[in-house]
């Protein structure tokens, strides 16, 4: 589905409401994957205007802190946080770059 402008398009209301307001719960877009599946479907995917991908909030971070501290120094150098990120980046695929890039 693709849909452009300032409010969501009536059929992407009525794509949601079939769907489901449990799992499509965002009034503007349809919520996707990392990989643009649209929530709550197995073949159904969305860009644009009429799509929102689904993210993961950093619910924890003192405890996120912790783990990429690898040395334990109260600090978290670039390399380990690209390790960090490396690792983490099937539950936040939104750091999926900072693992693939030469600092």
């Known amino acids: ?3 452009t402008g300032i409010r969501c398009r ?3 209301n009525k794509i949601r409401e079939a769907i489901g307001l ?3 719960n965002n009034f503007r877009a349809l919520v996707t994957d990392a990989f643009l ?3 709550g479907t197995d073949n159904i ?3 644009g ?4 991908i689904e993210q993961h909030h950093l619910s924890d971070v003192e405890a996120l802190f912790s783990e990429a501290d690898v040395n334990k120094d109260g600090g978290v150098t670039w390399d380990e946080f690209c390790q960090w990120a490396e690792k983490n980046g099937a539950k936040y695929p939104q750091l999926a770059f900072v693992a693939s890039t030469d600092s």
């Open 49 to 52: 205007d009429c799509a929102t």
């Open 45 to 47: 995917y969305s860009v």
């Open 22 to 24: 449990d799992s499509q």
């Open 10 to 12: 009536p059929i992407v």
């Open 1 to 3: 589905v693709w849909a």
């Open 37 to 39: 599946k649209v929530k």
